[in-house]
């Protein structure tokens, strides 16, 4: 049925009059009894101008079409012309269709927490065992259990799995995981406060935001090694600022003393974006 409706979509749209762009009515129809994995690939299929036409339509007639309707359409719009997963309130299997289009594997918090579980445990094993790479993150720290721990997790277990292999960057889990315990890790560190690292995660979206638009939908211009940054996302960001609150809370059980910055953070030793 999907293939059926596509095809009753597109050649809905292909019969608009160029100069009655209100006639959508077919096309929405059509649109609407499909499965998002189906919709997202109909929208990127139409002709630049009818693109923004349809959604106009859409927008204006938003109270006809119904809000579930509108919002799959938004979010399909979206994903087609900013390469983003913003949240318009959808099912989560309908937003994950959304990341497979853009290069992306499906996301699902268990999953997450699994990496985060899993990296901590990692960390605790390579500080015992004095593990390369690991000094660092236990000098001068008051427990190196707290941020020396989140910081081996992040910087060493879970930066270096999503650079081993060309496209682990996106893989939705484990970039979670990452922009998790990277916010917790410096909000711990206290080189960032809280609301500092959330400013700072929210920029980075808005750094990406920027580039798309410029042009560079897979940010190559952004990434720090071969494998390019995740897409804009507002579920890793959610998962961000997760990590700055849980970060937060060690810094006041374990690092309180520590001297925390009233202007500029530094954010993977630098003031603005991260991996």
Known sequence: MGERDRQDFLEAAAKVSQARREEWGAAVAALTRMAMFDIIPAFAALPAMDKFAFFGYCSSNKGKIGEVSYNRIAFARCVVLNAEIKDYGIPLEQVNDGREYLGCTRLDDKGVQEYIDKALAAANAAILNNEKGTDYARSGLPDANCCGRVGVAWSVILVGQRREKPGASLISNLAAAAHYMLARYHVCMAKAREWQMNWVTEG?????RA????????LKSMALTANRPFPPDYAITEWAKKGSADGEADRKRCNSLADQPWI????NKKEWGFE
Do not use: L, S
């Not at 580039?211 to 897979?218: K, S």
């Not at 500029?264 to 954010?267: D, E, L, R």
């Open 211 to 218: 580039t798309i638009a410029g042009g560079d939908r897979e």
């Open 264 to 267: 500029v953070p530094i954010v």
């Open 204 to 208: 980075y979206d808005a750094q990406k």
